[in-house]
């Protein structure tokens, strides 16, 4: 949905009516405050600052995306083995005994 018809759609659900189209679309709230756009907007980010600011005019949060924490899992990954680890096993299975140390 484009932010234009999330606005008008905004507007009609939250009860606001059309005052007046003189230079700006003045609608007014149910609660008597007023929200004015402009007819013929200047800037293409224009619909989606009208949408963060009528937003925030009806305290509606937008939809927040899931955080990355709570996607990855949560087990931590097993670290990999030692060289030494490995080459003992290795000398444990082959049954080589050690070298004595010479004092």
Do not use: C
Not at 41 to 53: E, T
């Amino acid at each position: 949905m484009t932010p234009e018809h999330e606005v008008s759609r905004l507007l009609t659900a939250s009860g606001a009516v059309l005052v007046r189209t003189n230079g700006h679309r003045v609608y007014r709230f149910p609660d008597g405050g007023n929200w004015i756009t402009p007819l013929t907007p200047s800037d293409w980010r224009s619909w989606k600052n009208n949408l963060a600011d009528l937003r925030r005019r009806l305290g509606i949060r937008p939809v927040q995306k899931m955080a990355l924490e709570s996607v990855r899992p949560t087990h931590k990954p097993t670290p990999p083995t030692s060289d030494r680890k490995v080459w003992r096993e290795y000398v444990e299975a082959e049954a080589i005994q050690p070298l004595a140390v010479r004092p």
